[in-house]
């Protein structure tokens, strides 16, 4: 891992100029697989690894329209604003003791794709490269093998240099959620819920976008195990709600 690149999300100023913009980037990132791939994608389980397996992990994702977009709202000309973005999570889990696991998540921007009508404020990354280290670890509270529930604790460790959205000297991101599941029928059912703790930085200069803080977030989730293909068909919902107003972007924006 000799010669790793940090992204950098650089933003485009050009008109000065505020709207609602989407969110991308470390510890806002919409797609974070769990480590250990225990029965669903996103959504914690409240399984564990038995103590020594080990678990590997590779995600591609393909987002559209992710980045932060601010159009001109003095004029009634809409911009038309696209961008494509390729990303990866590698993840590696272990088993501890009958209860207990840890892990570790690598996710990298791999290629992007923008293109803007206009001149306008706008988001980009400048280049490829790690987002974020994640470190997780997860303890089985209660249950058995159709329904428990378990604590999780992870950690985001930003990488993304002038990340308005993280903010200048902004700390680890910490995320305490419980996770349950259970069986109904053929189907298996999780909820995560939880609270994320940001540690935002400054605002950086001349850029309308104040630093998340606090967020409740929480995640559900549907899992049928096909048998005779040996295939899980899994729909996930998932979201956060921050706990403070923002002065550039809405509750909305911002969930």
Do not use: C
């Amino acid at each position: 891992m000799g010669n790793i690149r940090f992204a950098t999300l650089s933003l485009v100023i050009m008109l000065s100029v505020h709207a609602h913009a989407n969110i991308v980037g470390a510890d806002t990132q919409n797609f974070n697989p769990t480590n250990d791939g225990l029965d669903f994608v996103t959504v914690h389980s409240s399984k564990t690894l038995t103590p020594g397996l080990m678990n590997f992990g590779f995600f591609l994702n393909y987002a559209v329209n992710s980045l932060p977009n601010y159009e001109d709202k003095t004029t009634q000309t809409r911009t038309n604003f696209r961008d494509a973005l390729l990303s990866s999570d590698l993840n590696f889990a272990v088993g501890i003791t009958r209860n207990w696991e840890a892990g570790l998540s690598l996710p990298m921007l791999l290629a992007q794709s923008v293109s803007s009508d206009l001149a306008t404020f706008r988001g980009q990354f400048a280049s490829t490269g790690v987002t974020e280290y994640r470190a997780m670890t997860k303890y089985h509270i209660w249950g058995g093998a159709d329904s428990g529930i378990a604590g999780v604790v992870s950690m985001n460790l930003n990488q993304i240099g002038d990340n308005p959205f993280a903010g200048t000297g902004a700390g680890p991101t910490y995320n305490f959620e419980l996770a349950g599941d259970t069986m109904i029928g053929k189907f298996q059912w999780g909820i995560n819920g939880g609270y994320r703790v940001r540690n935002p930085g400054r605002p950086i200069a001349g850029i309308p976008v104040e630093p998340f803080d606090d967020e409740y977030i929480a995640s559900t989730a549907l899992s049928y195990l096909v048998t005779q293909w040996d295939t899980k068909i899994i729909g996930e919902i998932f979201g956060s709600v921050p706990t403070k107003t923002g002065q550039y972007i809405s509750d909305r924006a911002a969930s």
